[in-house]
T-cell receptor, first 115, second 112 residues
Framework: AQSVAQPEDQVNVAEGNPLTVKCTYS??????LFWYVQYPNRGLQFLLK??????LVKGSYGFEAEFNKSQTSFHLKKPSALVSDSALYFC?????????????FGTGTRLTVIP | DAGVTQSPTHLIKTRGQQVTLRCSPK?????VSWYQQALGQGPQFIFQ???????QRGNFPDRFSGHQFPNYSSELNVNALLLGDSALYLC???????????FGSGTRLTVV
């Protein structure tokens, strides 16, 4: 069965410092991995995805994520955090072995960037 | 270019009533998925429609049903509403294949 774990409910970081939001996954086949961001009372905005190829994926707003197959991780990173990055972040996986076309989401990590 | 449009944005229903939520996919997308996001939780997959048929379904009871129209727009229907159905309902559209998903802003349903 597919699953996604976001071990930290809350991450606090000072403005200008690097940030990391952690994600690990479990699938039976090869994963498609996604990061989405959610602002209050809004839907999900796509940040980046990993399908295949280079393990380091660059996305929107300066975010990037590194796919690590041996550790089954897909951590979200940004070199220098902005106050406007404060939001709820979701990691999601799609299991290509099952052929299912739906996403399994983690429970989310709330990022707070402190001015 | 319009993204995914959902209506209404908010609504309040009484326990036992029925509700219909609507979704227009992003232009060019042919697949619509519905997710339920309870407060403090990640989105949970309800079902997916492609070519006007339900293709996949998550772990939701039959009270949850849907429809896709020839123009790819979709409806989510929930019968016999329970207090626990209160949530943000998200619609996502995509193309069949290894592509990403575009989400709408959601419909906030409150059951009282």
């Amino acid at each position: 069965a597919q699953s996604v774990a976001q071990p930290e409910d809350q991450v606090n970081v000072a403005e200008g410092n690097p940030l990391t939001v952690k994600c690990t996954y479990s699938v039976s086949g090869n994963p498609y991995l996604f990061w989405y961001v959610q602002y209050p009372n809004r839907g999900l905005q796509f940040l980046l995805k990993y399908i295949t190829g280079d393990n380091l994926v660059k996305g929107s707003y300066g975010f990037e994520a590194e796919f690590n197959k041996s550790q089954t991780s897909f951590h979200l990173k940004k070199p220098s955090a902005l106050v406007s990055d404060s939001a709820l972040y979701f990691c999601a996986v799609r299991d290509m072995k099952t052929g299912a076309n739906n996403l399994f989401f983690g429970t989310g990590t709330r990022l707070t960037v402190i001015p | 270019d319009a993204g995914v449009t959902q209506s209404p944005t908010h609504l309040i229903k009484t326990r036992g009533q029925q509700v219909t939520l609507r979704c227009s996919p992003k232009s060019g997308h042919d697949t619509v998925s519905w997710y339920q996001q309870a407060l403090g939780q990640g989105p949970q997959f309800i079902f997916q429609y492609y070519e006007e048929e339900e293709r996949q379904r998550g772990n939701f009871p039959d009270r949850f049903s849907g429809h896709q129209f020839p123009n790819y727009s979709s409806e989510l229907n929930v019968n016999a509403l329970l207090l626990g159905d209160s949530a943000l309902y998200l619609c996502a559209s995509s193309l069949v294949g290894p592509y990403g998903y575009t989400f709408g802003s959601g419909t906030r349903l409150t059951v009282v």
